[in-house]
């Protein structure tokens, strides 16, 4: 009985269909950790795509150099980019299995994302006392305030959750606990936070 | 492993820094200069990119990656996003057409 049950279970793991035991070459864990970040890339490409077509239906857009400092927002990326080179090294460095290393860059990289969420946090409180909520601003285009907390606060909670993973990570780096592949996850979710915020940098602060 | 090889491997994500904070600097500058339309949004449109590609391919290490998976993301990720942005579009279309009634 327990043999008819190793061979389906082989035959599943192997058939064309399922993919072998490791699809693609790499782990469930990693392959798993991709998909949800394509899932996640379509809610930010959903929510971008609905801010252009908002924009392009309002007669009026506010002028972004009136509302937004733009040295801040120069600032909040530098901080993500960089939050996003200490992470690659941490992760390269728990390649290597140098993990006090790999712990110093995970505090960066946590730096580099509290930084990011103090100075959103500053721009926010800005947006507020000018007066701006999801329904109306001073701006006189209601789908702008909407869009703007819209998007920025959905990722601001995606850089809150990543720098949850990150505090978790780096205690179990520094006790001894933590592994290259789960650093790795955790590295790719980073980037992505990284990758979205190159989205709307140039789309909503920009353009 | 050598210690040039290591260093060469830490190297590569410092390079990639260097680089997109560069980049972040032009896109500013474009983007708060007073050039015309037609030419600011094609060139922040590219930097965007490019900035997107050197953290999908550096940071999230896509270029190590077995080709398989790194044609199925990209692959997946155009279509769905595709077909998603097509879905809205025409919401999007009427909802432009109507404003300009």
């Known amino acids: 009985m327990e043999t008819v049950q190793t061979i389906e279970r082989t035959e599943a793991f192997e058939s064309p269909w399922a993919g072998g035991v490791s699809p693609f070459k790499t782990s469930w864990q990693k392959l798993m950790m991709w998909l949800f970040i394509i899932g996640d890339a379509l809610l930010f490409a959903g929510f971008l795509a609905i801010y252009g077509f908002v924009r392009l239906a309002s007669p009026s857009w506010p002028n972004r150099a009136e509302v937004f400092h733009l040295e801040l927002i120069a600032l909040m990326t530098t901080a993500l980019i960089s939050s996003g080179a200490t992470m690659a090294t941490a992760v390269e460095a728990a390649r290597r299995g140098h993990w006090r290393m790999v712990v110093r860059f995970l505090l960066l990289t946590l730096a580099g994302g509290l930084a990011f969420l103090g100075m959103q946090a500053y721009e926010w409180s800005q947006f507020i006392a000018a007066g701006a909520t999801l329904q109306s601003n001073p701006w006189g285009v209601p789908p702008f305030g909407a869009s703007f907390f819209l998007i920025t606060g959905f990722h601001g909670a995606h850089v809150s959750i990543g720098i949850v993973i990150l505090l978790i990570t780096a205690v179990r780096s520094a006790t001894g606990r933590s592994r290259a592949g789960g650093l790795e996850l955790a590295g790719l979710y980073w980037a992505f936070v990284d990758l979205v915020w190159v989205f709307i940098f140039p789309l909503f602060y920009l353009i | ?101």
Not at chain 2, 28 to 43: D, E, F, K, M, Y
Not at chain 2, 67 to 87: D, E, K, N, P, Y
């Open chain 2, 1 to 101: 492993m050598t210690k040039n090889d290591e260093n060469g491997g830490y190297r590569r994500y410092w390079t990639s820094w260097i680089f997109l904070l560069c980049l972040n600097l032009v896109m500013v500058i474009i983007g708060s200069a007073s050039l015309s339309r037609n030419l600011q949004t094609p060139l922040l449109l590219l930097g965007m990119l490019l900035m997107a590609w050197i953290i999908a391919f550096r940071f999230m290490a896509l270029a190590d990656e077995n080709v398989g998976l790194t044609v199925t993301i990209i692959g997946c990720t155009l279509f769905a996003g595709g077909t998603l942005f097509l879905l809205i579009a025409f919401d999007g279309v009427r909802t432009f057409a109507l404003s300009l009634h």
